[in-house]
């Protein structure tokens, strides 16, 4: 994660890295604000794009990253900083030109985010990665372990987009402290005759949620993201430990959902 001030000096740099023409009106500026911000809904907010009587100006909302992001590395960090910087911006370049289009889009995922976020209902669960080769089936193995004694009639495997070669050790040893055994586990991807079989598809990532999407739209509708943001291997092996924390944080709250007392 970045400090305050790190995240500030990111911000500067990749305003003064955009073309001028991009800030033209925007009279208030990009404002690193030290707080979280959350939504209505309980949803953190990362950034807001403002045009009223104070003037045009952006607001990147710090406490609301360290909330989401505060476990991942600082160049993980700064990505997802810039990437809400650039998303605030073309707001106002949309405002400017009269075109709603990514406001449109914001409206309609708020709208997708809400209606999914009703308890998940489901008795036989898919959890997907890349290749299948730590994080789905960690997610697998952890859920198959919380399940057992709350609900043990929902069943649950994992897949890749593709099938990897084999697990990765670092990853086996993280589920093994954590309960959960990988280290037999055989690699295997995400067909159509894989996904009919589950009632709830559940990705690592959105792009690879948007992946399987597009591969298998009949399927869309079952097809999910596990959390809130994207998990991902860590770069470092060492923080393989602390990506199955994570992994185990999303995973529970699932058998929360689904087990949860009548």
Known sequence: MLSFDEAGQVLDEAVEALPEGIFRELNG?????PGAKKSDDGR?????????QMGRRVEIFYGSFTALYGDLAPE????????????ELTHH?????GDRTLERWDEEQTALWQAGAAPLEAERILFVDADDCALAPMAAAMFAA?????????????????AGAAIVPEAAKAAARAGADISAHTPAAADAECLA?????LCMT?????????RFPQYDAKILCL????????????????????????VTQCVDELCMED
């Open 227 to 250: 959390g809130e943001r994207d998990i991902v291997p860590p770069r470092h092996k060492s923080l393989w430990a602390a990506t199955a924390r994570r992994v185990l944080d999303e």
């Open 197 to 201: 079989e589950y009632d709830a598809v």
């Open 206 to 214: 959105l792009s690879q949620a948007d992946a399987l999407a597009e």
């Open 146 to 162: 919380l399940a057992r004694t709350r609900c043990p009639d929902v069943r649950c495997a994992s897949a890749g987009l593709r």
């Open 44 to 52: 953190y907010i990362l950034g807001l794009y403002h045009n009223d």
């Open 93 to 97: 370049v949309e405002g400017l030109a």
């Open 76 to 87: 993980e960090f700064k990505t997802h900083l810039i990437a809400t910087l650039h998303h």
């Open 29 to 33: 500026g990009v404002n690193l604000l």
